[in-house]
């Protein structure tokens, strides 16, 4: 039996939908057709006697296009000659006409696109035809991180323009001497064709797709004002016409100032990104029958030996076969401290190796490292678009066509109402095109989330989909898991009751002698702490374990045991001198281990998992923003109750199995708060997924299986105050860009239209209109850039 999904088209009704349903479940050798008639497709269930091609023509024959559907392609490229959020639209629009695309989002601040395609009917060719066909430049995947050489090339032609434009500023008085006049003349038609040549192709581009972006209003602006001068120059006036070639050269090397600019700040916004990659060892010394051998990183494969020697970066994901040394995580974990990594301990690729050497076996390499997965997960959150955005696009779909119409509308006011000189309304109508901004609104959101996310990548803080830097900033509740997130999942010792005529150190010894071999963890916790009292045991004989009972053996010529009530009651030991305390204990969630030597009960032991300094300061930070928190545990209602005591949550749900944790999220929810959870990102998977925002605390290695919005690389809920925080910044700056974008236009425009010139006499020259305009987006890239501000306060609240 096989399976096969096609793209239908030449549907118009459901009848159509019916229609072909009713053809293809009628032939011989098919088990099953349904057609969606939304989605436009048909899928196939037949058996071996049967085939596509069979299928396509049995459709086509019935009046329809079909072509299977393959699987679904995902291509990111960089994309140049983006100047606004017209731009954006405009190449958006441009790329989901195509029936094979499916999703396609471009982002201005970084100069990328993402294009989510049918790959049996469209390749990467035919796309990048169709960004080419929209006026912009498609650039190969591994070339998008060209940011110096855009930055070169905006600083090379800001000076040349700025160079041409100086003279002619110089001598603006001077036109009526023929000589000035047409050195001037040669420099601004430069200066026009060169550095404003980019204005005149964008326009292009953009108005054979209908649409109009910030190079219409520029190519508009200047080529008024040159044109005119142009026109006066040769007497088309009459002599009368007067020509201010400065106008166009100097409106267009302002603007060429503003884009340097721009771009300048813009590589500081990804800058989190580019040092992480930056990270990448470029070598590896691999190991071959004990001969050591330098390779390029790339050629690792795993299951591969590599050395490591010190102050090396390591390659690979893997894990050491020998060796002892510290290695620098910060780049994962964002904490500055070297972690100790021994024979048997994971390491990551791009950490620094520190005082020793180390042999590592490669376990994920090339594009399954975590360094790999981390990248294209902050490229992906970098490139989704927040829900705020929406209103930026709405405005900049009408706002070149409506700054047009202000503009006409000025110079009629003026000349044709008020009756003022043709060049005096002329000159207003110009800076009215040249000072409205459409590129400041298109910046305002996306650079905040590149700035955002980066900040959170120094912490540690992994964000899958840029929006949630939005979303996180509505939270009313937060849902903690308890094992492993408010507890630290591991037992430790809590108590320790020795029979009166003992001694605790003495008994702490008899335990951990016991416990010595066994791999369970409350022995384990045992062994961690004796270490801690200093306490060494010796060997010991006769070692027995006995599942799920306890185990028994002979030190220092005694005979030991350790394990639960039933197995000293079986032994013929009675614990009824510790039977009140032992219930107390229990009734707090505490497992026992009781401990005997000789035949006579010696005292018990108590173990349980922990509530985290951590998660007491988190949960304490969290009441403080007013955002209830609520502990979901399967456990029973006492330990439910004293561990969400010592934690300081608002409430509990106490015996919870795991399926009914996405329920529990739905109540919340449903009750009116928009809820977050917090909890493994595995285990709890479907409750992070029905949550408003997912996070996941203590991401592994393979940090793109993890469920949830969020992850956390850090066992540190202190991380989840940090990420709302930083939620509120980024939301906080995005507000503010979009205000300040929205009143420097409100503002700037009737300026520019005259409005100050009959109470001060006031007007804007289209050159400073047009630098004003240039400076709107840079400021709005400065103001997002605050957001690193926020980091530093993050890492001081650890």
């Known amino acids: 039996m096989q399976t096969t999904t096609f793209s239908i088209s030449g549907m118009s009704c459901a009848n159509c939908a019916a229609r072909i349903e009713k053809g293809v479940a009628g032939t011989a050798g098919v088990t099953r057709a349904v057609v969606n008639f939304p989605l436009e497709e048909l899928t196939v269930d037949y ?14 024959g019935l009046g ?55 790959a049996a009917r469209l390749g990467k060719g035919e796309i990048f035809a169709l960004v ?119 409106l267009i090397a302002f603007i060429r100032l503003g884009k340097y600019l721009e771009a300048r700040a813009r590589g500081k916004a990804g800058e989190a990104l580019k040092k992480l990659l930056r990270l990448q060892a470029d070598k590896a010394r691999l190991l071959v029958d004990g001969t050591e051998r330098e390779v390029p990183a790339s050629l690792v494969k795993t299951g591969d030996v590599v050395l490591v020697r010190p102050g090396e970066t ?65 490229r992906e959150a970098q490139a989704d678009k927040a829900p705020i955005q929406r209103f930026a696009d709405r405005v900049s779909g009408v706002f070149v066509p409506v700054v047009i119409a202000l503009a006409l509308l000025t110079f009629i006011l003026w000349y044709l109402a008020l009756h003022q000189e043709f060049l005096f309304a002329f000159k207003l109508a110009i800076a009215v095109v040249v000072i409205a901004c459409p590129c400041a609104m298109g910046l305002a959101t996306p650079t905040a989330i590149m700035v955002g996310s980066g900040v959170g990548l120094a912490r540690g803080i992994l964000i899958k989909r840029g929006s949630v830097l939005e979303n996180i900033a ?30 605790p150190d ?66 013929g030991i009675t614990i009824g001198p510790f039977a009140a305390e032992a219930d107390r204990l229990a009734d707090a969630g505490k497992s026992l281990i009781y401990v005997s030597v000789e035949g006579k009960l010696a005292g018990v032991a108590a173990f349980a998992d922990q509530v985290r300094e951590s998660s007491i300061r988190s949960v304490a930070a969290l009441k403080q923003m007013g955002i209830a928190t609520y502990m979901i545990t399967g456990d029973n209602r006492l330990v439910a109750e ?9 409430g509990f749900e106490a015996e919870v199995l795991p399926g009914r944790k996405q329920q529990v999220v739905k ?27 997912g996070i996941a605390i203590g991401g592994g290695a393979d940090v793109a299986k993890e469920t949830g919005d969020i992850i956390l690389v850090r066992d540190d809920l202190m991380d989840v105050v940090a990420a709302i925080r930083l939620g509120k910044a980024t939301l906080a700056r995005i507000k503010q860009n979009l205000f300040w974008a929205l009143f420097y236009n409100i503002l700037g425009i009737p300026v520019a239209a005259g409005a100050l010139y009959y109470p001060f006499g006031i007007t804007l020259k289209p050159e400073f209109a047009g630098l004003a305009m240039a400076f709107s987006s840079v400021s709005v890239v400065a103001n997002s850039l605050l957001l690193k501000r926020v980091g530093r306060h993050l890492r001081d609240d650890r």
């Open 474 to 503: 509505g939270l009313q509740a937060v849902l903690l898991d308890k094992t492993g997130t408010i507890t630290s999942g591991r037992p430790a010792l809590t108590d320790l009751l020795a029979v009166p005529s003992g001694e």
């Open 47 to 60: 058996d071996e006697t049967l085939d596509r091609e069979t299928i396509e023509t049995l459709v086509k």
């Open 132 to 250: 080419t066909d929209a006026g912009y430049q498609p650039v190969e995947p591994a070339a998008t991180d060209d940011s110096a050489s855009q930055f070169r090339s905006q600083r090379n032609w800001f000076i040349a323009s700025l160079a041409a434009s100086l003279p002619i500023m110089l001598t603006m008085g001077l036109h009526g001497n023929r000589a000035i006049g047409w050195m001037n003349l040669v420099l601004a038609t430069a200066v026009q064709f060169s550095a404003g040549l980019t204005f005149y192709r964008g326009s292009w581009y953009a108005l054979k797709n209908k649409s109009a972006n910030m190079d219409v209003l520029v190519a508009l602006g200047t080529s008024a004002a040159y044109f005119y001068s142009l026109a006066a120059f040769f007497g088309a006036f009459g002599g009368h016409g007067e020509v201010f070639f400065e106008t166009s050269a100097m």
């Open 64 to 118: 329809y296009g079909i072509v299977p559907r393959g699987e679904p392609g995902e291509l990111r490229f960089g994309v140049r000659g983006l100047h606004c959020a017209s731009c954006v639209a405009t190449l958006e629009k441009k790329l989901l006409a195509h029936p094979a695309v499916s999703t396609a989002v471009v982002n201005l601040s970084q100069e990328e696109a993402f294009v989510r395609f049918d």
């Open 642 to 650: 004293t561990v969400a005591g010592q934690a300081g949550v608002d």
């Open 314 to 378: 390591i390659p690979v994901d893997g894990t050491v076969l020998e060796g002892n040394s510290s290695v620098n995580e910060s780049m994962v974990t964002g904490e500055s401290l070297p972690v100790a990594k021994t024979a048997g301990a994971t390491v990551t690729g791009a950490t620094v190796n520190g005082r020793g050497p180390l042999t590592i076996q490669a376990t994920r390499v090339g594009e399954a490292t975590m360094l790999a997965q981390i990248v294209r997960m902050v």
């Open 667 to 693: 109540e919340y929810q449903q009750k009116g708060y928009y809820v977050a959870m917090v909890g493994d990102g595995i285990n709890d998977a479907p409750a992070l997924a029905q949550a408003d925002v």
């Open 506 to 571: 003495r008994l702490m010894e008899y335990l951990a002698a016991a416990e010595s071999r066994s791999n369970h963890p409350l022995a384990q916790a045992a062994l961690e702490a004796a270490a801690a009292r200093a306490i060494r045991p010796g060997s010991v004989d006769g070692y027995e374990e006995r599942e799920g009972f306890g185990v028994s053996c002979t030190y220092n010529g005694n005979r030991v045991l350790a394990g639960s009530a039933r197995f000293m009651e079986e032994t």
